[in-house]
């Protein structure tokens, strides 16, 4: 399982073809009523199989609460659900076993699981478990509007094609035609999204690594396509100077905030009262039809050899010794583009790690 938090313990399971997926999430109150239509409907917003922009594997996403309810009320013990997985084609990962995907975890994977890793649809590095991770998102989004927190996020970007403020959490015309494009091609494109945390009180985190930051970004990187995060003015703090970076404070009844918020609501790895704001940038979707160049671990081309680490665990007749230079063009069912299905990935990843660092001390919920 893999696992996250301080003060709820969120553990993941389970592969893109195993029989299911599944969260656990411990410390969560006793006596709070999930809004199930509400959790459905945040599901359905990263369900795959809607529409000729997202991949054609079609699946429920209804997640299966087997422990920690009773009569739909938190009860205190660790709540577990499962989503089954029932539209599965492995047939079309046979090829990777032996010929590693560019840009994917296929060849990474087997340095360090070895032949018994498992390809199909990616396994345990599947987007797919991402939808496990809006089970949980989807819950602390609920707990922490009871305390007047919300959180958005829409994409600003796809591709070279600019969303127009304010972000739309679904792709514009001109975004849909690019996705359409690079699909025609055997293509695929990636892009940005931005995500805003309203009325997250200030004083949450603490500095060096446990500040607010590191906290988002652990739970943002656990979503595959993610590739680089930015809080506030982020990368474009670079380009100015202090005077034009700086945030003036200034009182607005009895609260303190800033004229304007190129902090992106944290300081110190603290927060300060503002809006949380960051972007994350979100890779291509690695598998593409378009002709590519790979490896074929089982053969030999001008003397090369395969090299592992010192210290893998795995013995040397467990691995092909040799290697062979090989094109590949990836069949089956995939996204163009994943970056409309992975905006309430965002809000559920920034929910996680905004309602656990909350738990801490005075800022209990």
Known sequence: MFSYGNNIRLSIFGQSHSPAIGVTIDGLPAGFPINFDELRSFMQRRMPGQGAHTTKRKEADEPEFISGLVDGITC?????????NTDVRSSDYDQLRDIPRPSHADYTSYVKYGAARDVRGGGSF???????????GGICLQLLRQKGITIG??????????????????????????????????????????????GVPAGIGSPMFGGMENRLSTVMFAIPAVKGIEFGNGFGAADIR?????????????????????????LG????????????????????????????????ENGSAVSFPTGCSETAEQFPSK??????????????????????????????????AMLEGKNIL
Not at 76 to 84: R, Y
Not at 328 to 344: N, S
Request: aromatic share 4%.
């Open 269 to 300: 790895g603290i927060t300060s009262g503002m809006p949380i704001v960051l972007r994350v940038a979100l890779k291509p979707t690695p598998s593409i039809s378009k002709e590519q160049q790979s490896i074929s671990l089982s053969h030999l």
């Open 126 to 136: 599947s987007g797919r478990l991402t939808a496990a991770l809006c089970v949980a």
């Open 76 to 84: 205190g013990s660790p709540l577990t659900a499962i989503i089954k």
């Open 323 to 356: 290697i062979k230079n090989v094109p590949l063009a990836i069949t089956g069912r995939h996204d163009p583009c994943i970056v409309p299905r992975a905006v309430p990935c965002v809000e559920a990843a920034a929910a996680i790690a905004i309602y656990d």
């Open 242 to 266: 202090g005077s034009e970076n700086n945030d003036s404070f200034y009182i607005d009844g009895d609260t303190v905030k800033t004229k304007t918020n190129n902090h992106g609501g944290i």
């Open 153 to 198: 996020a829409g994409i600003t970007q796809i591709g070279d094609v600019l969303a127009n403020v304010p972000y739309p959490a679904y792709p514009n015309e001109k975004m849909l035609a690019a996705i359409e494009d690079a699909r025609q091609d055997g293509d695929s494109l990636g892009g940005i999204i931005e995500c805003v945390a309203q």
